[in-house]
């Protein structure tokens, strides 16, 4: 295994009685990369990012997160990973300025460190004039941003994001990968699930999940080529199904 | 008579205008998409034309039916798929059906040859509690059961948000089949690649409907100069093509970045620019708009 791997896992496996959710997964995820993780619904892309996340023990196999291992390591990886999701990630009924300070609470971070932050990130994000607000009063494409900035307060080497950008107009989809690739030229591991094809193609890599396996991991590049496929859409459609 | 016809309709929830003066036809038999991100307002409309809720002003029609006086006659004779999963959860697969066929006056039986390509997927399943289906089956339970009572309209708000692009494919292919059983359809959706499947559209933003149009329609009336350009490092070439003097707006899509610029610019101009900023394998040719390129000239009009 290579010394710069932020995410190893080696057969990873996940079984719920007789299913196999997750079926002995293998594959690494190096420092800054942007790393797609695809796969039709109920293809086990939930249970596996749970594994990763310290959320759920794994039957079997063995992998390592940010330096953790994900059997004996799982609070230690709960507090060095960032994680989004789009379902839920801000506190809807504190403000702004309550839910920076809140997480960063969480994470540990000193209160001379937080009240830096906070000032930072609300230039930054251009919030200062709705820091009093409630979170739920902002426009869908401001929590999310907000959300992948608190994400990435207490300066987590990998950050999980699971559909981040679901429902946003088109102009604030292609903000928030702006920011995607501002994290990981900072040298942030990004660790992404989405639905939209088109995004596929933004990252480094990319892997496939069908019925618990990854059927395909490489570059949207090589994987076009290997499935003789105009887009990532078309790869996806060819495997998706097994 | 239009399958839908929606007047000036307006709707504010407090100091929120959701729907802000909202004229739209849809024809009989036409698959209608409304296209737009959450808080377009495209969910509030259809609650209107489903008669779920009052306008604030404006009138809609809906199969002739005025959305207000004759909400009866509408909702006998339309289909209504919610954004949210609104089956029973505690009811089987089965039960579900049966029950909106009961509601509606009929039987599964009598209307089997609507949903029999749905729910034929679903049978395995039937006597599995809808809450424990996951969610793409969910999504074709909700559709069976919007069209056991063989609507004339369907209305499907959202009915692919979170799902698979295989998936979304699927549904796609089957609300082609149910047009062609001659139902009109109005469909929602903030997935962009999808307008290209409906035979009209409407793209809404902030309450307004900024175009209606045929998605082909739509891209041949986009305006500006457009390029894809492609280069070694997607990052570094949207930062440096906004320093470009040209450049209007530069948006990744997908394995290229769409540019637009102030003038008509010559590719070679492009190329020379990103040479002398180091890049390398410069790709730049001219490029066709798609709906999101006419949805993002609209929105920043």
Redesign the interface.
């Known amino acids: 295994m290579q010394a710069s791997a932020v995410i190893q896992s080696e057969n990873l496996t996940k079984k719920f009685g007789a299913f196999t959710a997750v079926d002995a997964i293998t594959f690494e995820v190096q420092a800054g990369e942007i790393f797609g993780f695809l796969g039709a619904n109920g293809a086990g892309k939930t249970t596996a990012m749970k594994m990763l996340t310290g959320l759920l023990s794994p039957t079997s196999g063995q992998g390592r997160v940010a330096g953790f291992d994900v059997f004996r390591e799982a609070e230690k990886i709960k507090r060095n990973i960032g994680y989004m999701s789009q379902r839920f990630s801000l506190y809807e009924d504190l403000t702004v300025r309550e839910n920076i300070r809140f997480f960063g609470g969480i994470y540990g971070l000193k209160r001379a460190e937080i009240k830096e932050k906070t000032e930072r990130l609300l230039k930054e994000l251009e919030l200062e004039s709705v820091e009093k607000q409630l979170v739920k009063s902002l426009p869908l494409g401001w929590k999310q941003r907000l959300a992948f900035s608190i994400a990435l307060l207490h300066e987590p080497r990998i950050v999980f994001l699971d559909e981040p950008t679901g429902g946003v107009d088109p102009i604030t989809r292609r903000q928030f990968w702006e920011m995607i690739y501002k994290a990981a030229s900072d040298g942030v591991t990004v660790f992404v699930t989405t639905h939209y094809m088109d995004e596929a193609e933004y990252c480094d890599r990319v892997s496939i999940m069908v019925d618990g396996k990854i059927q395909a991991l490489d570059t949207p590049g090589i994987l076009k080529k290997t499935y003789s496929a105009e887009s990532m859409d078309e790869v996806f459609l060819k495997l998706a199904r097994g | 008579m239009q399958a839908i016809a929606v007047q000036n309709i307006h709707k504010s929830y407090g100091k929120v205008q959701a729907v802000d003066n909202v004229s739209l036809e849809v024809r009989p038999g036409e698959l209608f998409g409304l296209i737009?991100?959450?808080?377009a307002g495209k969910t509030t409309l259809f609650r209107i034309i489903a008669t779920l809720l009052l306008p604030d002003q404006g009138s809609a029609t809906v199969l002739g039916f005025d959305a207000v006086k004759d909400y009866a006659q509408i909702r006998r004779r339309i289909g209504y798929m919610p954004g949210r999963f609104s089956l029973y959860q505690d009811l089987t697969v089965q039960e579900n059906l049966e029950f909106f066929a009961a509601i509606f006056g009929t039987t599964i039986r009598e209307n089997y040859h609507l949903v029999k390509e749905i729910y034929s997927q679903l049978e395995p399943f039937k006597n599995r509690r809808a809450g424990a289906l996951?969610?793409?089956m969910k999504q074709k339970l909700a559709l069976s059961c919007a069209l056991i009572h063989q609507p004339e309209l369907l209305l499907l708000d959202e009915p692919t948000?979170?799902?698979?692009?295989?998936?979304?494919?699927e549904f796609w292919d089957m609300l082609s089949r149910l047009k062609a059983l001659g139902i009109s359809i109005l469909v929602s959706t903030?997935?962009?690649?999808e307008a290209d499947l409906c035979d009209r559209i409407a793209l809404m933003?902030h309450g307004k409907i900024l175009s209606v149009n045929t998605p082909r329609g739509l891209v041949e009336s986009y305006e500006k100069p457009l390029l894809a350009v492609r280069t070694a490092g997607?990052?570094r070439l949207?930062q440096d093509l906004r320093e470009f003097s040209l450049t209007d707006t530069a948006?990744?899509?997908?394995?290229y970045l769409h540019l637009t610029t102030r003038r008509r610019v010559g590719e070679e101009e492009v190329v020379d620019f990103l040479t002398r900023k180091g890049h390398e394998n410069i790709e730049v040719k001219r490029a066709e708009a798609t709906v999101?390129d006419c949805?993002?000239a609209l929105?920043?009009e």
Do not use: N
């Not at chain 2, 903030?190 to 690649?193: F, G, L, N, S, T």
């Not at chain 2, 948006?251 to 394995?255: R, S, T």
């Open positions: 737009g991100p959450d808080g996951s969610g793409g948000t979170g799902v698979d692009a295989v998936s979304r494919k903030a997935y962009m690649d933003q997607m990052y949207i948006f990744p899509f997908g394995e999101e949805f993002m929105m920043q």
